[in-house]
C-alpha cells in the first residue's frame, strides 16, 4: 500500500502518536474536570499539556485554544458565532463545504448575505478582489489557507491585515495548512480551525478552534462542563465555554504527541518535503501523454502552494481512475473532495479530479512508482 490521500486524513501517524494514545486510554480514563479525586486530575494535567503545545504552535493563550471534533466543528463554532442579524460574509472561491455550508445556514438564518471573491496566484491581486467584497455590514471574512484542490495558498498576512483595516473578523480554516505552512495568531488572524488528524499528525476526532480573543462568540453547543456546575447558563469563560460535554480526552492527549512530532521535524522541513515530492510528481507527470494535471508545482511557484496536485488520466472519471490506482496499491482520493466551488473554479464541476498529497512519510521511490502506474494506465 502507498498511501497518497494526506490532504483527507495522514497516514500512517508517528509511532509516539499511537504509543501515546493506547497509554492515554488506560492512564488517563478518568473524567477530566468532572470530579476531585487524583485520577481525575491527573487526566485533567495530561489534557493540558497538550491544550499548551497546541497554544505554543498558533502563538495563542492556552484558555483560548479549544479542543473540537474536526475542523468542521471549529468552522461552526466560528462562523455561527460571529453572525448577527443582517450580517454579511466575504470568502474566496475556493472554499471547502466545512465552511461554505456553516455561512450559508448563518446567512439564511440571520437574513445575511455572502459575497465571494476570486483568489488568484498574484496576491496583490487576490487581496484586491477581497477588499472590493467587503460591505459595512462585513462580519467576518472566511478563508482556507489552502485549497485542498489545487493547493493554492491565500496571503493570510496581508488579508489579515486588510480586516484590522476594515474592523472585521477574520476566520482561517487551516485544515490545508496547519503543520506545514507558517499560520499563527501573530499574524493576524482572529480564529484559526484546524483539523487535528491532517498535518498535525493527531487521531481522527480531533481538531481546534484557536481564538485570539477579539470577537466574543455566540455558543451553538450547551451543557456539562465541570464549571460553574450552579448556574443554568453557559459559562462565558473559554475554553469551557465551548468545551460542553467530555471531550475526546485520549484523542486530545495523542493531539499533543502529534504536535511534539512536527515541531521535531519542523513544519518547514516538512513542507520542503512534501513539495519537493509535487514538483517529482508533476514533473513526471507532465511527460505521460494523457494526464492532465490542474496545477502544476515547480521550483519557481513552490511559495505559492500547499502539497496538493490535483489530475485525471485521460477521459476517465475521476472516481474510476482512483479506483484503478487503488487496485495497483496506490491509494488516493477522486471526486469532487467536498469543494465544489474549487472544481467549478478550474471547470471539473462534472467530472472531479484525482488528488495526489503526500505527508512526510512518502519517499521518492513511491512518487516514481505512481508515475510508472499512470503510465501503464493511460497508455491502455
Not at 87 to 104: G, K, L, Q
Not at 235 to 243: A, C, S
Not at 362 to 378: G, H, Q
Request: charged residues 20%; hydrophobic residues 40%.
Amino acid at each position: 500500500m502507498i498511501y497518497l490521500d494526506n490532504a483527507a486524513t495522514t497516514f500512517p501517524k508517528p509511532q509516539s502518536v499511537y504509543r501515546k494514545w493506547a497509554h492515554a486510554m488506560s492512564a488517563y480514563g478518568a473524567n477530566p474536570g468532572r470530579s476531585g479525586h487524583a485520577f481525575s486530575q491527573n487526566t485533567a494535567e495530561a489534557v493540558y499539556q497538550s491544550r499548551e503545545k497546541c497554544a505554543e504552535l498558533f502563538g495563542a493563550e492556552p484558555e483560548n485554544t479549544i479542543f473540537t471534533l474536526n475542523c468542521t466543528h471549529a468552522l461552526n463554532f466560528a462562523i455561527k458565532g460571529v453572525a448577527r442579524n443582517g450580517c454579511h460574509f466575504v470568502t474566496s472561491d475556493m472554499e471547502h463545504n466545512a465552511s461554505i455550508r456553516p455561512v450559508y445556514a448563518a446567512v439564511k438564518s440571520y437574513g445575511g448575505s455572502c459575497t465571494m471573491f476570486e483568489a488568484v496566484e498574484d496576491e496583490e491581486q487576490t487581496v484586491y478582489n477581497a477588499e472590493r467584497a467587503i460591505r459595512p455590514n462585513t462580519a467576518a471574512l472566511v478563508c482556507t489557507a489552502a485549497s485542498n484542490v489545487i493547493g493554492l495558498r491565500t496571503p493570510l498576512r496581508e488579508l489579515a491585515a486588510l480586516c484590522r483595516r476594515k474592523k472585521i473578523c477574520f476566520i482561517v480554516d487551516a485544515a490545508q495548512g496547519a503543520g506545514t505552512l507558517p499560520i499563527t495568531l501573530k499574524d493576524g488572524a482572529n480564529i484559526i480551525c484546524a483539523a487535528g488528524h491532517k498535518g498535525l499528525y493527531g487521531p481522527m476526532g480531533t481538531g481546534l478552534m484557536i481564538m485570539d480573543g477579539t470577537y466574543p462568540l455566540k455558543t451553538i453547543i450547551e451543557g456539562g462542563t465541570g464549571s460553574a456546575s450552579e448556574s443554568i447558563t453557559q459559562p462565558d469563560f473559554t475554553p469551557d465555554r465551548f468545551e460542553s460535554g467530555t471531550i475526546n480526552t485520549a484523542g486530545v492527549i495523542a493531539l499533543g504527541e502529534g504536535v511534539d512530532f512536527v515541531n521535531r521535524l519542523t513544519p518547514e522541513k516538512i513542507l520542503a518535503h512534501e513539495l519537493a515530492l509535487c514538483r517529482r510528481f508533476c514533473a513526471g507527470a507532465e511527460k505521460i501523454r494523457g494526464v492532465r494535471l490542474y496545477n502544476i508545482i515547480t521550483q519557481m511557484n513552490s511559495d505559492l502552494y500547499a502539497p496538493v496536485v490535483s489530475f485525471n488520466i485521460g477521459d476517465i472519471p475521476s472516481t474510476e481512475g482512483a479506483a484503478m490506482l487503488s487496485s495497483r496499491g496506490f491509494y488516493m482520493r477522486g471526486g469532487l473532495h467536498c469543494a465544489p466551488l474549487a472544481h467549478k473554479k478550474i471547470g471539473t464541476i462534472n467530472s472531479g479530479t484525482i488528488r495526489f498529497s503526500p505527508s512526510a512519510f512518502n519517499t521518492e521511490r513511491e512518487v516514481d512508482m505512481l508515475l510508472k502506474a499512470l503510465e501503464k494506465i493511460a497508455l491502455k
